[in-house]
C-alpha cells in the first residue's frame, strides 16, 4: 500500500457543481494532514489544514476519518478557478518526511 | 513580500555538466527543503536543513548537494547531471516541523538534462 494514495483523475465538473475527493494514507501514527493547491506549473500552496474531524473554510471542507485513515476534500459550488491539482499531504510523526500524494486534478467547465 | 525565492526558472543541461540551484527566503524561517516532482507524481523530499550549517538527506539524495552557510540561502548543487534529475525542483521553507507547519514554496525550477 502506498503511503499516501490519491484519485488521480481527472474529475471533470460542470461550474456550481459539488465534487469530493479522498486520500487514504497507511502511516496510522500521523496527526495532521494538508490539502495544497498547485495549478498547471507552478508552486503548491497551501489551502487547508486538518488536525482533528475536519476543518470548513467557505466552500472547502476537509474531513479526517482516523479509523479508515482517510481525509476527503468537498468543494462545493464549483468555480472555474478551482480547476487546479489537489494534494495531500501527511507528514510522519518525529522526522522531517513529508508525503506527498500524486494529485486529484479538477477540470471546472463553464 | 518577497517569501522564497528560486532561480533560474529554466534550465537545460548536457549531461554530466554541474550547476547549481538558488533559493533564498527573507522570512527568518529556520527550517528549508528541496523537493524534486517528476510529471504526474508527489513531491519529493531530496535534503533540508533545520538552520546554518546544519544539513541531512532526504528519500532521494543521490546525486545532489546542498549547503547551509546563512539562514536565508540553501542551494542544490548538481554534480554530474544524468537524464534521471530531469524534473521540476521546488524549494520551501518553514518557521518550525514537528508536521504542523506551513510550508512557503518558491516558483520552482524546471530542469531538462539531454
Known amino acids: 500500500r502506498k503511503e499516501v494514495e490519491q484519485d488521480p483523475g481527472p474529475f471533470n465538473v460542470p461550474e456550481g457543481a459539488t465534487v469530493a475527493f479522498n486520500c487514504t494514507y497507511s502511516?496510522?501514527?500521523?496527526?495532521?494532514f494538508f490539502w495544497y493547491r498547485q495549478d498547471c506549473r507552478k508552486e503548491p500552496k497551501l489551502l487547508m489544514s486538518?488536525?482533528?474531524s475536519g476543518n470548513e473554510d467557505g466552500r472547502f471542507t476537509a474531513q479526517l476519518n482516523r479509523a479508515s485513515q482517510y481525509i476527503s476534500l468537498l468543494i462545493r459550488d464549483s468555480k472555474l478557478s478551482d480547476s487546479a491539482t489537489y494534494l495531500c499531504?501527511?507528514?510522519?510523526?518525529?522526522?522531517?518526511?513529508?508525503?506527498f500524494g500524486a494529485g486529484t486534478r479538477l477540470f471546472v467547465k463553464a | 513580500n518577497a517569501g522564497v525565492t528560486q532561480t533560474p526558472k529554466f534550465r537545460i543541461l548536457k549531461i554530466g555538466q554541474s550547476m547549481t540551484l538558488q533559493c533564498a527566503q527573507d522570512?527568518?524561517?529556520?527550517?528549508m527543503y528541496w523537493y524534486r516532482q517528476d510529471p504526474g507524481m508527489g513531491l519529493k523530499l531530496i535534503y533540508y536543513?533545520?538552520?546554518?550549517?546544519?544539513?541531512d538527506k532526504g528519500e532521494v539524495p543521490n546525486g545532489y548537494n546542498v549547503s547551509r552557510s546563512t539562514t536565508e540561502d540553501f542551494p542544490l548543487r548538481l554534480e554530474l547531471a544524468a537524464p534521471s534529475q530531469t524534473s521540476v525542483y521546488f524549494c520551501?521553507?518553514?518557521?518550525?516541523?514537528?508536521?504542523?507547519?506551513?510550508?512557503?514554496f518558491g516558483s520552482g525550477t524546471q530542469l531538462s538534462v539531454l
Open positions: 522570512m527568518n524561517h529556520n527550517y
Open positions: 486538518v488536525y482533528s
Open positions: 499531504v501527511v507528514p510522519l510523526t518525529g522526522g522531517f518526511k513529508t508525503i
Open positions: 520551501a521553507s518553514s518557521y518550525r516541523t514537528g508536521g504542523n507547519e506551513k510550508l512557503f
Open positions: 536543513s533545520v538552520g546554518a550549517g546544519i544539513t
Open positions: 502511516n496510522s501514527a500521523s496527526q495532521s
